[in-house]
T-cell receptor
């Protein structure tokens, strides 16, 4: 199995703060990385993906990829209580196989 | 957007029986679908890759005779848990990657998941 590592948390941030979620991966052959949000008892839903080094912004979310350090992160600006969920990082191999980290639980306190 | 539908969402069965879970891509053709299993507070574990018209590819440690996968059409894959036991109780999730011109667009769409409880 390919390895994607995440801190399980929980990560607690106050409402309006920036939440920073991190992920490392072991296989340099991975092509791209995805961030999914999963509410308890539900399937994951896509937030965004990144495949080039650097930052990618989408609304309140910014994904960062550093291939040299094998490190991926997700920043959530102006965090809301509705952002409270488990965030899954996934690496893609062979262009279609997704391997997931164990997820980081985020709590945004009002 | 693309939608992947999974059925049933919940199933309770007795030990020793078989359970079939269906996964449908509703508005795109999926030559490849993926089946994941997720235990409480754990990651999604890839079980197998379902290939339309051919045999599924199983991940290491997954028993192919226990988890039967059939991908008979471009929009339907089924997972059958045979002779289910309590340790098979889990959240099973299917997914499909949308492709354009034979190349994955990179988006993986998930079904709603099926929670299996084996008594």
């Amino acid at each position: 199995q390919k390895e994607v590592e995440q801190n399980s948390g929980p990560l607690s941030v106050p409402e309006g703060a920036i939440a920073s979620l991190n992920c490392t991966y072991s296989d340099r052959g991975s092509q791209s990385f995805f961030w999914y949000r999963q509410y308890s008892g539900k399937s994951p839903e896509l937030i965004m993906f990144i495949y080039s080094n650097g930052d990618k912004e989408d609304g309140r979310f910014t994904a960062q990829l550093n291939k040299a350090s094998q490190y991926v992160s997700l920043l959530i600006r102006d965090s809301q209580p509705s952002d409270s969920a488990t965030y899954l990082c996934a690496g893609v191999y062979n262009f279609n196989k997704f391997y997931f980290g164990s997820g980081t639980k985020l709590n945004v306190k009002p | 957007g693309a939608v992947v539908s999974q059925h049933p969402s919940r199933v309770i069965c007795k030990s020793g029986t078989s359970v079939k879970i269906e996964c449908r891509s509703l508005d795109f053709q999926a030559t490849t679908m993926f089946w994941y299993r997720q235990f409480p507070k754990q990651s999604l574990m890839l079980m197998a890759t379902s290939n339309e018209g051919s045999k599924a590819t199983y991940e290491q440690g997954v028993e192919k005779d226990k988890f039967l996968i059939n991908h008979a059409s471009l929009t339907l894959s089924t997972l059958t848990v045979t002779s289910a036991h309590p340790e098979d109780s889990s959240f099973y999730i299917c997914s499909a990657a949308r492709r354009s011109g034979g190349v994955s667009t990179g988006e993986l769409f998930f079904g709603e998941g099926s929670r299996l409880t084996v008594l």
